[in-house]
Each structure stands twice: as structure tokens, then as C-alpha cells.
DNA sequence: TTGTAGGCGTTATCAA
DNA sequence: TTGATAACGCCTACAA
């Protein structure tokens, strides 16, 4: 029935040595002669031996293995970035747990306690909508051994690694192209703004106007969620207004897709009447036969710096200093047909 | 420096108890008195005490975790699988590990490979294109007590429970449902054909045919890969024809989308001229100006059911049966401008 | 160069 | 009802 593992303690029987030779020979230590420790070797790999990464953590308290807490694995946004992580840290011999907060603190809150309690060598989170309790995760951080990084969606605490891009220079330039494409009443539909992300995708917005003497008005700025749906009814009202506006930058593809939908049905053309671009690069804004302009962020690259800060923490570890790294990625405006008026 | 966790045996010192009490008291054992297990879990409490995985897994040869094999983690197919994994069984206090094979054997084997070593309560794999070494995948059934569970991608080898849509079904019905629309001449873009959802997409398509008394062309089978890019250069060269096609059913959608950008390029008409349709209803399909009609995999509930599949097995286990399960989903197809030619 | 033995934190068996 | 102790499989001082 149950078929059992060889050990090293199967090994050293079949030898006639010791455990400890076994395991000098199966880890190259230096003390140990060139003829025993082929023989051992040989004859591990003829008895299949497969090393206990279990006792092996438990004496050393090391899992070898991380953790990733994001709102939803099955975005492109998310599932890229843990791509990101997983071939940073794969070849280095770490595995990747990933669990979802389905944008909910308290859950997000029993995920990390769950990833705690497997004893992960690191926890990467980008937090829920609704996180507030930061006490919490100061706790864990002061509490425990494990490392947290955030990325993307971060919250500033001392000790806390964050990466991140940079949203502000992302809609900067977003709303400065739409500027430059001669656009003159652009809204801002913004995520959000219990989100960093999202407050400064606004900030940036707010200051591409300022700087090119625009006047940032108040009612321009419509907070929306990120649904298709909210910017087909926040498109839908803005038209009704009196002053209607020319374009459109939204902090969401989706909400920017939507918009796209309603001018349409508005028998309205884009880019021409109406510029539209988003944030996030989805896949789909390029294959639109219309293609939609978006911020790319680079969610692989995130990924893997992420996945790098950790690596590094662990050699700065040695020296018994720990450095708190901001990193701040650059985003790539891709301008696409639904912003391009000008030929 | 190092923040130590407190241990059952510290919680012992302080109550002048053993830690068999003490374990007895965390673990709801029946014998150990009212009054001593509330002590007990008191004190734990107030110590802050958290139970270690590792070493209980160490113990009772049970992780808790799973792992999950698949091409790239960051498509839509892919990470709904995983969500839905994830979430049949996170409920039930397991982690589940993430590992990527690029599409590629031999990394599978390998991420196999660290799986089995991880000693994870079970393996999901969606298999490379490329993977043919079954017998190794045997030996790993026949060597080791670790469950294996193919989804979507399979093989058939015994013991081996598999969870899949009826991707025969599905191509019938989007097959047929082209021809209802009165598509005479219907192409089929085939994906690779080591693969045997492509390969029963392919049957699904000839079936279909068959039924309705239309030929079987040799020529209309066309062998793409899975690229927009694809799907272009297939369109291209197949307009250049004698007899030309009225619709294409393809495999993927990412093909049909380069089909249906092709088809724009050559001035042609979407459904009236030439009708299209894909497979998997990747979300970019429903979000085109002109929608693609599609084949749903219904990918989050293919993995619940995984999910549930190892669950039941292990209570199965309980009475000394291994079952081997063979479950097929159904797809749905969702019919959309592309293919709607009649009113 | 090799062996002995203790410990990582639990659980389970056997006594008491 | 409780306690002592032996595993689980590995690594590593310390001895030899």
C-alpha cells in the first residue's frame, strides 16, 4: 500500500556508513573523500532517493517556498506578475503558493495568517480594495521572520518592500498625448481612490493639465469602478451635459472599453469626435479593430523584480541588515488608434 | 534577531504539563480532561502559538498543498483553472503551488520532479505540447503514493483520473451551427495535433460535416498553430484559391482573430461573406466591435472539479479504493455576430 | 575522513 | 486522564 521513500538512513545500511557520511556526500561537503561520496551517490540515485524537503525545512526553517496573496488570479494583470515571480524565483529552487483575497480584507487577512502559518519564506501581496487594517500587517512584520513585499497595490509601511509603477508618470503622459493630439476638454474617469494606484493616476492626470495650462475641472473627474459597464453609464450622462467633452482618459481598460461601446452606440467616431485611452494594457485594447491606446505595466518585469527583491533581501540578510527597496517601474504608453487624431 | 515560535513544548514548561497533554488538549483528543484542555488553549492562546506545519507534516506524511503544472500560468484558460482550483480547495486547508512547463517536456518533468520532492498531497497537469515520455508519468503513479490529475490536456494512462470539456462535442456544435447559418464550404484551422483536444476538435468538425451530408475536404483542414499571427497568413494563402471558403471554424480564437483581421484586410464581409468561429471564448472575443462567436471551456469550473475529484479520492482512500475518475464537462457555445448570417 | 548523537516540533504508542 | 518516549528525515557540532 503505501510505498515508502528511501532515506539517507536506507542508504547508509545498503553502505555500511553513516547518516552522516550520506548526507556529507548527497550535499557536497568538503570533508568527505572523492570514493565515498561517488559511492553514495551512485547508490542513492539507484535506490530513486529523493531528499525529505520537509525535515529538511523543519531543521533548517527554511520552506524554500514563497507565498502570493493577490485579489484574483484570472487577470491578466495578476496572473502576469505571477509569472513574473515564479520564473524569478523558480530557478533558485522556490515554489510559489498563490492565494486569492477576492478583494477582501478579511479574507486577505486569513490568507496571509494561513501562508504565516506554512511557514513561507516570503509573502507578496497586492492588497484588497477594502485593506485598512495596516496594524495588522505591522504586527506580522515586527511578530515574525517573514519578509513582506508588496507590489502594485501597496500601503507605506516602514520595513515593507514595495515595487510598483509609476501611475502617475503612466497617466502624465496618457493625458499629455491626448493634450499634444489637440484635445481640449478631457475627463478623467478615475478608480478607486482608497487605491494609491488610483489616486495617483489621478494626481498624474491632474498635473499633465496643469502644466499645459488646462484648468482642471472639478465635474471632468468621474469616479467609476472598472467595469465595461460603468463606462457605458458614466460615458452615457457625461453626454447629456451641456459642455461635452472630447476625450476620455480612464484609469481602467475595461471602464475605457465601455466608454468606446457607448460612443458607438452615440453614433459618435473615435478618435475623431472623441479620444479614449485606458491603463493596463489588457490584451484586448489591441486587438479591437479600433484599437485602444493604454498604459502597459509591465506586469511580467513587476513580477520578476519583485521576485529579485526578495533574492537580495536573503543576501543582505547574511550581513544582518535589512533594506527597505521603493521601487518604482517605468510604464509604456502604447498610443493606439483611438487616441491618434492627429496623422 | 531570530523571532522564535512558540512550541508546544514551551507551552508544556510553563503549565508543568507534558506536551502529549498539551498536543492532546490543541487537537480535541477525547481523552484529556475539560478542565486541563482549557488551560491549555488558553495559554496557547495568550503565547501566541501557532501550530507547525512542518513538522505535523513531517509526522503524518500529509502537506496539506497541492501542485499545479501547467504551459504559461498568465492565460485566460489557464488562470481560470487555477482560481478554480484554488478555491475548491483553499476551504479545506489546502495551499496550492503554481508551476509553468513554457510548453516544454522536459521542464515539466523537472517541475514534476521538484513537486514530488516538495511532497505535495497531489499533481495537476495540463501536459506540453511536446510531452510524449509517458512512461515516466507511469512510473511516478507506480513509485509514489502522490495522485496525479490531468485536466484539459491528457493523455490516457491508467489511474490517472482526468478532467476535460467534450471538445469533440463542442466543435460539432459550433461546426453545425455554421451550417444551420447556410455556410456551405466550412474550413477547419486545427490546432497541433499531438495534442488530443485538437485532435478531437478535428473529429468534432468531421462529424459534424458527415451528418449533414457535406464533403470531407482534405484541403479544408488546415494544420495552424494557435497565433493571431497564424491565422493571418492561413487566411491569406487559403484566399488565393479557386474555391473558396464561406466560413472557418477554428480551434483557437486568437487564430480566428487573425482570420477576422484578415478577412477586413481583403474587404470581405463578417458573418455575409464569410462566417467565423473559435474555441475557448477568450474574453477579447465577446469585447470586439464585431463579436466572435465561440466555444466556452468553462475553465473556472473545470478546475473546481479537480478540485473536488482529489477530494473524493481521498476519502475513497480512506476505504482502501483508488478510483479512477474520467470527467467531461460540456462546453458552451456562444454564438455571436461572426457566425450570425441569418436573421 | 568518518561516526555519534542531539534536535527541529509534532503526533502516537505504551505505561502509569 | 496524564506522562515519557519514540519516531518522522534531515543536518551538524563534536568526537574519534
Not at 16 to 29: C, G, P, Q, W
Not at 232 to 253: C, E, G, T, Y
Request: with cysteine; charged share 25%.
Amino acid at each position: 500500500m503505501a510505498k515508502k521513500n528511501t532515506t539517507i538512513y536506507d542508504i547508509s545500511k545498503k553502505l555500511n556508513v553513516s547518516v552522516a557520511t550520506v548526507s556529507r556526500a548527497l550535499n557536497n561537503h568538503p570533508r568527505i573523500s572523492q570514493a565515498t561520496k561517488e559511492l553514495v551517490v551512485n547508490m542513492a540515485m539507484e535506490m530513486d532517493y529523493k531528499q525529505n524537503n520537509l525535515a529538511k525545512a523543519l531543521k533548517s526553517g527554511e520552506t524554500k517556498t514563497v507565498g502570493v496573496i493577490v485579489p484574483y488570479i484570472n487577470t491578466n494583470f495578476f496572473s502576469s506578475v505571477i509569472r513574473g515571480i515564479e520564473e524569478e524565483l523558480s530557478p533558485h529552487g522556490y515554489r510559489v503558493i498563490i492565494c486569492q483575497s477576492h478583494d477582501d480584507a478579511d479574507i486577505e487577512k486569513k490568507q496571509l495568517n494561513t501562508l504565516l502559518h506554512t511557514q513561507v519564506d516570503c509573502i507578496f501581496i497586492s492588497i484588497s480594495k477594502n485593506t485598512s487594517d495596516l496594524e495588522y500587517i505591522k504586527k506580522v512584520i515586527s511578530t515574525t521572520n517573514t519578509p513582506i513585499i508588496f507590489f502594485d497595490r501597496k500601503k507605506d509601511i516602514p520595513g515593507i518592500s514595495t515595487i510598483t509603477i509609476d501611475d502617475h508618470k503612466g497617466a502624465y503622459q496618457a493625458t499629455e498625448h491626448l493634450i499634444k493630439e489637440g484635445y481640449k476638454n478631457i475627463c478623467h474617469f478615475s478608480g478607486d481612490q482608497n487605491l494609491e494606484i488610483y489616486q495617483n493616476r489621478l494626481s498624474g492626470y491632474i498635473s499633465a493639465l496643469k502644466d499645459h495650462n488646462l484648468p482642471v475641472i472639478e465635474d471632468n473627474i468621474i469616479n467609476t469602478g472598472s467595469s465595461i459597464e460603468e463606462g457605458i453609464n458614466a460615458m452615457k450622462s457625461l453626454w447629456k451635459r451641456k459642455v461635452k467633452p472630447d476625450a476620455i482618459f480612464s484609469a481602467s481598460d475595461f471602464t475605457a472599453l465601455g466608454v468606446c461601446k457607448e460612443i458607438k452606440n452615440l453614433k459618435l467616431r473615435i478618435p475623431e469626435d472623441i479620444g479614449v485611452i485606458g491603463f493596463s494594457n489588457e490584451p484586448f485594447t489591441q486587438f479591437m479593430e479600433l484599437s485602444i491606446s493604454s498604459v502597459d505595466q509591465t506586469p511580467v518585469m513587476m513580477g520578476k523584480v519583485s521576485g529579485n527583491v526578495f533574492l537580495e533581501s536573503i543576501k543582505d540578510n547574511f550581513s544582518g541588515i535589512t533594506i527597505e527597496k521603493k521601487l518604482v517601474l517605468t510604464p509604456m504608453l502604447q498610443i493606439r488608434q483611438s487616441s491618434s487624431r492627429k496623422k
